[in-house]
């Protein structure tokens, strides 16, 4: 099997998109910007208000999920900066990039520069972000509760220590990320001094909501690009996830996965419009998250079965 050494970038013509259409659709919308930040943010402090509310202890790990559902959305418009889609000057985005990304202690310059070369190498040899099958379903349940927190803060504590990975080569990427690690670690500082003066209240609003956004973040990153083709294709390397509308108002529409791809430079709240216009050419599509796991784990149940009967006869 011939492997792929270089990017050769396939672009079928049934994914262009007319340019006036697609000169409105990059247009940034920021009533709607207004509104998915304000979702996001209301719905952590009104969780957090229930939770004081009712103050009952068999309440609390429910609404951690869902907190961290939401904490996993922050990622969204962090994601928006990335690709400078909030506003049209760089340092405004880069500035608001930086202030998301705090809360789930995130270096924003780190992030963005290995997204955009996961971006120019989807599926392909020199993936950031490349998600290899897994052979069982331990492995798969491992990754969700552990080893996704733990290459997370390994990950964290190079680029603090400034260990900076091979794609990280420019003075430039540097420079930012260690400007980024400045207010990452101010922001530390800030976190770990709330929990030694509000200890409960710093565990329950923040720490174990955090913790729980790891394992959300995973089972929405994940139907990303698993299983899909190894190609530079864009019709058949990416998944698009249609999902619920709450889903998708925590993601600002990151579920339309396959659509960013192929126009990284149209803003998250205006790909369901792209959708309606090139959706229906993409290989990879699936109904909700929850029916993408279940696929994985019957998958992964049934090859566990086959093993241990196989290993059984034997």
């Given at each position: 099997m011939k492997s792929i050494n270089k990017v050769k970038r396939i672009f079928p013509t049934e994914l262009v998109v007319d340019s006036q259409v697609f000169y409105d659709i990059q247009k940034p919308n920021l009533v709607k910007i207004f509104l998915f930040s304000s979702f996001n943010l209301s719905a952590y402090v009104l969780l957090c208000w229930i939770g004081v509310m009712l103050h009952n202890w068999l309440v609390w790990p429910l609404l951690w999920c869902f907190q961290g559902f939401i904490f996993s959305g922050f990622i969204a418009p962090v994601h928006e900066c990335v690709h400078n889609n909030l506003s049209s000057s760089v340092?405004?985005?880069?500035?608001?990039?930086?202030?998301?990304?705090?809360?789930?202690?995130?270096?924003?310059?780190?992030?963005?520069?290995?997204?955009?070369?996961?971006?120019?190498?989807?599926?392909?040899?020199?993936?950031?972000?490349?998600?290899?099958?897994?052979?069982?379903?331990?492995?798969y349940f491992l990754d969700l509760f552990v080893l996704n927190v733990v290459n997370y803060v390994l990950q964290l504590t190079n680029i603090i220590l400034e260990n900076f990975p091979n794609y990280i080569h420019l003075e430039k990427a540097r420079r930012d990320i260690q400007i980024d690690n400045l207010a990452l670690l101010g922001w530390i500082a800030l976190v770990v001094t709330s929990t030694i003066v509000w200890t409960k209240f710093t565990f329950l609003f923040y720490w174990c909501p955090l913790l729980m956004s790891f394992p959300s973040a995973f089972l929405t990153a994940i139907p990303e690009h698993y299983g899909c083709d190894k190609t530079s294709n864009p019709l058949d390397n990416t998944r698009t996830t249609l999902s619920n509308s709450f889903v998708r108002c925590v993601m600002w529409n990151a579920n339309y996965h396959a659509e960013h791809h192929v126009y990284p430079s149209v803003p998250s709240h205006n790909l369901p419009?792209?959708?309606?216009?090139?959706?229906?050419?993409?290989?990879?599509?699936?109904?909700?998250?929850?029916?993408?796991?279940?696929?994985?784990?019957?998958?992964?149940?049934?090859?566990?079965?086959?093993?241990?009967?196989?290993?059984?006869?034997?």
């Open positions: 340092k405004v985005n880069r500035l608001i990039g930086v202030v998301w990304s705090l809360p789930i202690i995130l270096n924003f310059s780190s992030y963005k520069y290995k997204h955009l070369e996961h971006h120019k190498y989807t599926r392909i040899v020199g993936d950031t972000s490349n998600f290899d099958d897994y052979s069982s379903l331990g492995g419009i792209l959708h309606t216009l090139i959706g229906k050419y993409f290989q990879y599509q699936e109904q909700s998250y929850f029916l993408f796991h279940l696929k994985i784990i019957q998958g992964l149940l049934n090859k566990d079965n086959t093993l241990k009967k196989n290993n059984y006869q034997q």
